[in-house]
């Protein structure tokens, strides 16, 4: 299980990626220099991770039985630049912590 959870931030890390280089270079182009292109690329790769990151958020809310404002502050933090990022060292203490308390088990 604590494999899944180090997937899902690994996931979590590159929409973080993603979602910035959308932002800050795929648009830009696009309204700027008149390059749609790398909006469409890196759009659906952002799509596909953003989606990829929820159904491992989903997962870890039903398999640790996190509490339902824990799934929020994941959606939220996705849909904000940085959030994944900022929200990493949460989620790196609550996977130490579920191996711990696993390995006492």
């Known amino acids: 299980m604590n ?9 979590a890390l590159l929409e973080g990626i993603s979602f910035l280089v959308l932002l800050f270079v795929a648009m830009p182009l696009k309204y700027f220099a008149n390059m ?8 659906g790769l ?19 039985k996190k509490n339902f404002f824990w799934l929020c502050k994941v959606v939220l933090a996705s849909f904000m630049p940085f959030g994944t990022f900022y929200m990493d060292r949460q989620w790196k203490k609550e996977q130490k912590d ?8």
């Open 3 to 11: 494999k899944t959870f180090s997937l899902f931030r690994r996931i």
């Open 36 to 43: 749609p292109m790398p909006v469409k690329i890196i759009g």
């Open 46 to 64: 952002h799509g596909g991770l953003f989606v990829a990151f929820i159904i491992l958020a989903l997962i870890i809310f039903v398999s640790f």
């Open 98 to 105: 579920s191996l711990a308390f696993t390995r006492s088990k």
